[in-house]
């Protein structure tokens, strides 16, 4: 009988849970996000692979879009700035 906090991973291997704590997982989520990757922590199934790729994916375009208005509008007022 497996400990109920292990996980199973798809090759049916038993694998130990990555966070300790909500908190915990909180900051993985926080930094893998912002994009950082600091390296302190890494997932170790493939849905916790599969997960991380969409946090990474959802922090490129969530960042990707406030920075594309805000150079847009930093080169138009720069161009209008000798008018």
Known sequence: RMHPE?????SGDA???TFASIPHAMWYTIVTISTVG????TTQSDAGKMVTGALILTGVIYMAMPLS??????????????R
């Open 69 to 82: 208005i805000v150079g847009a509008t930093f080169t138009r007022v720069w161009d209008d700035r000798d």
């Open 15 to 17: 694998v130990a849970p």
């Open 38 to 41: 600091y390296g302190d922590l």
């Open 6 to 10: 292990y996980a199973i991973s798809a």
